[in-house]
């Protein structure tokens, strides 16, 4: 197989459709000027000195010289137009909710999944951090790479993303490779992006923050969504209190898990669970 030799670049007037059809090809795209200016500094000004107060990690995959903030949708009301952005939800929609035929009885149909919130961080990578190994994020879920994908997620640019100063690095049609094929570094390609573009990739994707080699942190905000019938990476239950996920759309609330997975997942008390924020 032929590798793309670098990253399909779409606007935010392109489709749903269009961004679908890039990752089923080529497993993650970069959609410029995706996130507008007022939504930028919003989230600037509310993780920015939070993110300031945050350790480094301590192993090679986190970072050593590299800050994680989480918890994000209970420090920034601002996350609600990223996780609500139409081609990233819609995007995400499209690749997850796939039907998948059931029998009730002596009845068959067709039920799909819906999507919720995995993840979220703020990751800033300092000057002289080194490269972070290639990985699949559906290693989370211990889950097969190739087929539908289970997983959707985002990269904002913050600030500039360039191949000096750690811009993710994506191995384009990795999602496609059978499970004894690895990455090698020669055939990375960095998604660099201006302030505001996105990265949005699917969780078979074999990717890695790059090494930052310049005077200057780089600094990306993520958000994963992930099929609702599987666990959340970060406890959004923990991560953000009830009070505050009150303070979001329906729509942000119900992909913070208080909804129902077709056919019958999360329920409470045999409802649906988003009446306990109606009370």
């Known amino acids: 197989m032929t590798l793309p030799s670098?990253?399909?670049?779409?606007?935010?007037?392109?489709?749903?459709?269009?961004?679908?059809?890039?990752?089923?090809?080529?497993?993650?795209?970069?959609?410029?000027?995706?996130?507008?200016?007022?939504?930028?500094k919003g989230l600037w000004a509310d993780l920015g000195p939070a993110l300031d107060d945050v350790d480094y990690g301590d192993n090679l995959f986190t970072g050593q010289r590299t800050k994680r903030l989480c918890s994000l949708f209970a420090r920034s009301r601002h996350m609600a137009d990223v996780v609500l952005n139409p081609l990233f939800l819609g995007a995400a929609r499209a690749q997850i909710e796939r039907p998948a035929p059931i029998w009730m009885g002596t009845n068959q149909s067709d039920v799909a999944p819906n999507v919720q919130v995995s993840i979220t961080q703020v990751i800033q990578i300092r000057p002289g951090e080194t490269p972070q190994p290639a990985h699949r994020d559906d290693v989370a879920h211990l889950l097969p790479s190739t087929g539908h994908p289970n997983r959707v997620q985002i990269m904002v640019a913050l600030d500039e993303f360039t191949?000096?100063?750690?811009?993710?690095?994506?191995?384009?049609?990795?999602?496609?490779?059978?499970?004894?094929?690895?990455?090698?570094?020669?055939?990375?390609?960095?998604?660099?992006?201006?302030?505001?573009?996105?990265l949005i990739w699917?969780?078979?994707?074999?990717?890695?923050?790059?090494?930052?080699?310049?005077?200057?942190?780089r600094t990306g905000l993520t958000v994963a969504l992930t099929r609702a019938n599987l666990r959340q990476e970060e406890n959004q239950y923990l991560a953000v209190p009830p009070e505050i996920v009150r303070e979001y759309p329906e729509e942000v609330q119900r992909l913070l898990g208080y909804d129902l997975c077709p056919p019958f997942l999360g329920w409470y008390e045999h409802q649906d669970p988003h009446a306990l924020l109606e009370r």
């Open 6 to 40: 670098r990253l399909t670049r779409l606007t935010p007037e392109s489709t749903v459709d269009e961004v679908s059809t890039v990752l089923d090809r080529d497993g993650g795209v970069v959609v410029e000027d995706l996130i507008d200016d007022t939504t930028l």
């Open 163 to 198: 191949d000096e100063n750690g811009a993710t690095n994506v191995w384009p049609g990795s999602h496609l490779w059978e499970p004894e094929r690895g990455p090698r570094p020669e055939e990375a390609i960095p998604a660099e992006m201006a302030p505001g573009s996105a």
């Open 202 to 217: 699917v969780g078979g994707l074999f990717h890695g923050g790059g090494p930052n080699l310049a005077d200057e942190p």
